[in-house]
């Protein structure tokens, strides 16, 4: 099972109510989702080292089970990039079959609101999930092993790199911003840019609270918990993954304002459609970690697929 160190000040901890949804009236309850039709036009902004890989495997789960199509990216694997390889914003071009139309798009990409619309209806889901981007950022650091690629002999080698940023341009100070589509965006300007985002994005995950943000999105798409299960293993290590220090934090903080903005500024959105979800949400979240815990038993000792589901549409969850 995975584990998160991140506690911010300011949200809630790890599994946990806020107060005003805890203490909500008992009879407000949200509208069931058991009738209504499951969204099957789902486009994913891929973040790096976010969890979004587990993401793009329960999405791409669903898709396989229900036989839908996800668009591939033409010149790199894993990003709908350009010809050099660049995450460019989007362009269909970018896509192995440029004049299809697939039900999904799931890898990582620059967003382009027009070009995105040029491929799929407007029904489509637009999702994306961000982390606490110390969290992020030390998770890339390690992935990308940035220490070796730059010489760092440093027993601390993330403090520093933030000492020495200016020295090193292989890691971007505001990587969500240019996913989103901003380039060195202003600290005038972040608000505008936030509720931009939140007018063209359904849902954006909070890695730090997945379960919570899994289950508001199978509410959202309509989909069954079943639909978004997920086991963990293979948890990433390394020396500095739980290195808290005030001031390094603040150098991170300082060196880029714009995630921390963001990640605040969606942290509070994601609990405030929790809460709009009413009482059952609590019920769902309930049940979805108990079937979770099915799911993480030893195979062995899981009787039949009915306790839970069919274990073949089960994704692997990889945290670095």
């Not at 969500?176 to 954006?204: M, T, W």
Request: glycine share 2%.
């Amino acid at each position: 099972m995975f584990q998160l160190n991140f506690r911010p000040q300011s949200v809630q901890r790890h599994g946990e109510m806020p107060t005003a949804l805890a203490n909500q009236d008992k009879g407000k309850v949200a509208p069931s989702t058991d009738n209504c039709a499951e969204k099957q036009h789902i486009v994913f902004l891929k973040m790096h080292k976010c969890a979004s890989s587990t993401v793009k495997g329960i999405l791409k789960s669903y898709a396989k089970l229900h036989r839908l199509a996800i668009a591939s990216p033409k010149y790199f694997r894993y990003d709908f990039c350009n010809k050099r390889c660049i995450l460019a914003p989007f362009q269909k071009e970018f896509m192995e079959f440029p004049n299809s139309h697939p039900n999904m798009l799931l890898d990582h990409m620059v967003y382009n609101e027009r070009a995105l619309k040029e491929v799929f209806p407007h029904d489509t889901f637009y999702v994306t999930i961000i982390r606490e981007p110390f969290a992020a950022f030390k998770s890339y650091f390690a992935f990308f092993q940035l220490d070796k690629l730059h010489k760092i002999k440093s027993r601390n080698p993330v403090k520093y790199f933030l000492e020495h940023h200016d020295n090193y341009k292989t890691v971007s100070n505001d990587a969500f911003a240019k996913q989103f589509g901003f380039h060195n965006p202003q600290k005038k300007d972040f608000s505008n840019i936030f509720r931009y985002i939140d007018s063209k994005f359904h849902l954006v995950m909070i890695t730090e609270y997945f379960d919570e943000s899994l289950v508001l999105m199978k509410r959202h798409l309509c989909w069954k918990l079943e639909d978004v299960l997920y086991t963990a293993i293979n948890a990433g290590r390394y020396s500095y993954k739980y290195f808290q220090d005030e001031s390094v934090n603040r150098m991170h903080r300082n060196w880029s304002p714009f995630s921390y903005a963001l990640y605040d500024y969606f942290n509070k959105t994601l609990w405030r459609k929790i809460q709009e979800e009413g009482e059952s949400f609590s019920q769902d979240l309930h049940r979805f970690r108990s079937m979770l815990k099915v799911v993480r038993k030893p195979i062995s000792t899981v009787e039949t697929k009915e306790n839970v589901c069919n274990l073949s549409n089960f994704v692997n969850l990889n945290f670095y």
